[in-house]
């Protein structure tokens, strides 16, 4: 445990402390004259930084707002009425919650830019192209996003609100809307957490960011801080005062839910609640809410979908929409685009597919660790560590990063002998620290199932200390552990700031090629790219899904079902 | 001002063809305290859904005092038939005070918000809960979240009162404790009660009427006294709960409708004859607990012969379990002393206790 806790506090407290602290005490790390100051913080509440701060801010405000007002409903529909297809809508919500938002983005863009697929299609709407490339387009993107969040929140708050309070409503007088009315507020907790994450997601967001809002001439806080390192000449501490704004940003809309929430316990499962009765939807209303539905995910997955696929398969100048397959060409042959991007076209997707499966598999065994500690009697040290994953968990990843860019920069690493400043080891500990607290969160449930009896009770019927694991343990926690694995093979997959920070030079993982090959114009090999990446992932989780469910024993599958059935 | 209730012969289908209730008709006088007794799957809670207008009938019809609320056209909602009900598992909302929980079911008395507060106040210390009328739902114990279900129900003193298994989720000393209050405070507000258990002595203690449930069919309805005295069917009686049964030769009816009946090992005894005709000389007798005593084996008047297998304290005094010639098990045999395990003891036999069916029924 002690080492455990060295790794914790090596990799994942003190860069970001190291970092955060710079804004105030830039002496202390050899960048500046003073022990103390608060420049760096007032530098970043001005000029363009403030404006960036100050869209941030309203951009995921009004994301967070359009996840709830379309995941409420869609959650609504799913639950509580007839919605034809509703079986496949959880998974589909699971994709576009897997996909990094960069990616839609991309998709977007590839479409209303004015050399893009809408305009080879003959479509000359320039007032598409600055609705989207704008506010609008960032609001729109970050928004689809914070959907699944808002989904998922609610699908859990509505799966226990059983009919009984809609019956007690309905037979003490209470008309059909005002039993609704009534009802409303006890899912406020979900709401409230909806809203929170929403604009924590949105707020620490790199993606839509570093594409279409600086594409757009849209500043938002995360890019200003990674150029405030990216740029010459770096400025660590004003990056660093900026690091302390997102995360205030963050953590306050979260603390004030938890603190608007705490001691109001909106519990409402009991064992013997009734199913909700489903609505049967007849006639306009169907018609009206498939329709609604089907837009979201046109929206969401559609639109970009076809944006990425069509552009993939244009070749890169000219304005007809003649579909090519060279760009595919290009990825599997060797030329001298392939060339120029350090070994081959498909190097940086092996090279990620690796980085993903490495990844993974070191941060489900940590987040195992750590979901074990979290889940025992409830010390001080497991109070710290929960304090330490949780606020991680919230922690932007382009801080995170920033972070470790400047920690393990610092003179001292050379003097330990610790060089791993842009190398593949740093990326993928940087990977590994970034996933861990959310694994650790994820697999807490499931372990907190796990009685000591279990193990006890194969230990004495005669079991060895391997099989009473494999057969006490194991059963209970597999079905999530391989859910762990796949959410962060995926999320490192396609991972954007962290890569984009602490890539090796010569050695780009997808997302920094794909971007590489955009911003040179080669949109056709780039968008190729993205496809492919996308579709190796999906295959991924249908080979692991797939294997698990032959493979594993049927009890295991039925257990894991309904313990990992909350967010694996 | 307690309203009768008549349901003329009441059916509902689920959707996926599950019948949940066939033909079922009663008359519930105005006032009366009616439980509706049954196993899990009986129908009686969607009896009582029916009732409350959460549930659509398929058939039948349902009248509450003069007035038609559900029929095959006619389906009146569940706010508009101005009754009141205590769930299951309550359903107080989580985010209401016990105070608010309260209140919330006088908004249709159209009464000022102060009124609504003082009244749901008081209604609280009626039932022993004014100094917690603040709390919230999940700071309140089990048994004090029934007592807010309680006046919820009874503050806006409506006709009707439904309770759905009230009990069924508190320990065995709350639940008696309830049970006592659930039947002064609704006798007290002198409304129709329709109440809803699988517990027999639950049904019997709070019961002026008894209606037994069985798949779907109003098997028996009447004082309880009647249902455990006389019951209709061999389902009514196992429910209500027996001693044992077993098969008997019938050898002499007499007039007070008693028949003299002989068993495969023993000695004749007079059992009482159920409603039906006895077809053949086989029957199958249903031996209350009440109808069996311990007596020491050999005594002249015994009927049964068998060994203790079993003796537990119950306070009052101790309940045995009897095998008799290894075939038939008789349990519940209650007597004031306790009689050790493997001793061989006399049975005696009352006729008001023994009820005599068609033997395979």
């Known amino acids: 445990m002690p080492l455990f806790w060295l790794l914790l506090a090596c990799f994942i407290l003190a860069p970001c402390a190291c970092f955060l602290l710079l804004a105030v005490s830039p002496r202390l790390f050899g960048q500046g004259g003073q022990w103390f100051t608060l420049t760096y913080l007032h530098q970043a509440l001005t000029g363009a930084t403030a404006v960036a701060i100050v869209n941030s801010l309203w951009v995921s405000s009004a994301a967070a707002v359009m996840g709830v007002a379309i995941g409420f409903p869609i959650a609504w529909l799913v639950a509580r009425t007839t919605l034809p297809g509703r079986r496949f809508l959880p998974g589909a919500m699971w994709l576009v919650l897997l996909l990094p938002s960069w990616l839609p983005a991309l998709g977007w863009e590839r479409i209303v830019q004015p050399d893009g697929v809408m305009y080879r299609l003959g479509l000359d709407w320039p007032w598409v192209t600055h609705a989207i490339m704008g506010p609008f387009g960032v609001v729109l993107l970050l928004g689809l996003r914070c959907v699944p969040f808002s989904y998922l929140a609610i699908t859990a708050a509505l799966a226990g609100l059983g009919q009984e309070f809609e019956d007690a409503a309905r037979v003490h007088g209470a008309s059909r809307v005002a039993a609704l009315r009534l009802i409303i507020p006890i899912l406020a907790p979900a709401i409230w957490s909806a809203l929170a994450i929403g604009f924590a997601e949105s707020i620490s967001d790199f993606g839509v960011a570093a594409t279409l809002a600086y594409n757009s001439n849209f500043s938002l806080a995360t890019y200003q801080l990674y150029a405030a390192i990216g740029n010459f000449p770096p400025s660590f501490p004003l990056a660093a005062g900026m690091g302390w704004l997102l995360v205030a940003a963050v953590a306050i809309p979260l603390a004030l839910q938890a603190r608007a929430l705490r001691g109001r316990s909106y519990a409402v499962l009991s064992g013997r609640t009734r199913l909700a009765v489903r609505r049967q939807l007849r006639g306009w209303s169907q018609a009206g809410a498939t329709a609604g539905v089907g837009l979201f995910f046109v929206v969401a997955l559609g639109v970009p979908g076809f944006g990425a696929v069509s552009a993939s398969l244009l070749a890169d100048y000219g304005g007809s929409f003649k579909l090519t397959l060279a760009n595919y060409h290009a990825l599997f042959a060797q030329t001298n685009l392939a060339a120029a991007a350090g070994g081959g076209l498909l190097s940086p997707i092996e090279r990620s597919l690796g980085y993903g499966a490495v990844t993974a598999t070191i941060t489900v065994i940590g987040g195992f660790i750590a979901a074990r500690m979290l889940a025992r009697r409830r010390t001080r040290a497991t109070g710290a560590l929960d304090f330490l994953l949780l606020a991680s968990v919230a922690l932007p990843g382009v801080v995170f990063g920033a972070g470790y860019i400047f920690a393990y920069n610092l003179p001292i690493m050379s003097r330990l002998g610790i060089n791993l400043y842009q190398t593949v080891t740093l990326l993928i500990i940087a990977y590994t620290a970034a996933s861990l607290p959310t694994n650790a969160r994820v697999l807490v449930g499931a372990v907190s199932q796990l009685q000591p009896s279990l193990k006890d009770a194969a230990r004495a019927h005669g079991a060895g200390a391997v099989i009473a694991w494999a057969r006490g343990v194991l059963p209970v926690v597999s079905r999530p552990i391989v859910m762990a694995w796949l959410f962060t093979f995926c999320g490192v997959f396609l991972e954007l700031p962290l890569s984009q920070l602490l890539y090796a030079p010569g050695s780009p993982p997808t997302s920094i090629a794909i971007e590489d090959n955009l911003s040179n114009y080669h949109f056709g090999v780039g968008m190729a790219q993205a496809v492919l990446a996308v579709a190796i992932c999906l295959t991924a989780v249908g080979v692991v899904l797939g294997g698990y469910r032959l493979l594993a024993p049927a009890g295991w599958r039925r257990i894991g079902s309904a313990i990992g059935g909350g967010r694996g | ?361």
């Open chain 2, 1 to 361: 001002m307690a309203d009768p209730i008549t349901i003329e012969n009441l059916g509902k289908t689920y959707p996926g063809g599950n019948q949940a209730l066939r033909d079922v008709s009663l008359e519930v006088e105005p006032g009366t305290f009616l439980v509706l007794l049954g196993p899990s799957g009986s129908g009686k809670t969607t009896l009582l859904r029916c009732l409350a207008g959460i549930e659509r009938v398929s058939s039948g019809r349902i009248a509450i005092g003069k007035r038609t609320v559900a029929d095959g056209r006619i389906h009146v909602p569940p706010d508009q038939r101005d009754l009141s009900m205590v769930f299951q598992d309550y359903a107080l909302w989580p985010h209401l005070s016990a105070r608010d929980n309260v209140a919330f079911a006088l908004r249709r008395r159209h009464l000022s918000r102060s009124e609504c507060r003082t009244r749901a106040q008081e209604m609280l210390d009626r039932v022993g809960l004014a100094a917690l009328a603040s709390r919230y739902p999940n700071e309140l114990s089990g048994g004090e979240q029934q007592r807010v279900a309680l006046a919820r129900a009874l503050i806006a003193d409506t006709g009707l009162i439904l309770c759905d298994e009230p009990l069924s989720n508190l320990d065995a000393d709350l639940r008696e404790r309830m049970r006592v209050e659930i039947s002064a405070l609704v006798r007290e507000a002198a409304a129709t009660t329709v109440y809803i258990t699988h517990d027999q002595a639950e049904a019997f203690a709070l019961a002026d009427q008894v209606g037994v449930l069985e798949r779907g069919r109003l098997v028996q309805a009447g004082p309880p006294e009647e249902i455990y005295t006389r019951p209709a069917t061999p389902f009514v009686a196992r429910f209500t709960g027996l001693a044992g049964e077993f098969g008997v030769r019938v050898r002499e009816r007499d007039g007070d409708g008693t028949v003299l009946v002989e068993p495969p090992h023993g000695h004749r005894f007079r059992a009482r004859a159920s409603a039906g005709p006895l077809a053949g000389p086989d029957a199958l007798v249903m031996i209350r607990p009440t109808g069996v005593r311990l007596c020491a084996d050999g005594s002249a008047d015994v009927h049964l012969s068998g060994r203790v297998t079993d003796v537990a304290f119950r306070g009052r005094g101790y309940e045995h379990a009897i095998d008799i010639d290894g075939s038939t098990r008789l349990t519940g045999v209650f007597a004031e002393a306790r009689t050790a395990r493997g001793e061989m003891v006399g049975l005696r036999l009352d006729p008001a206790g023994c009820h005599l069916f068609p033997a395979g029924s």
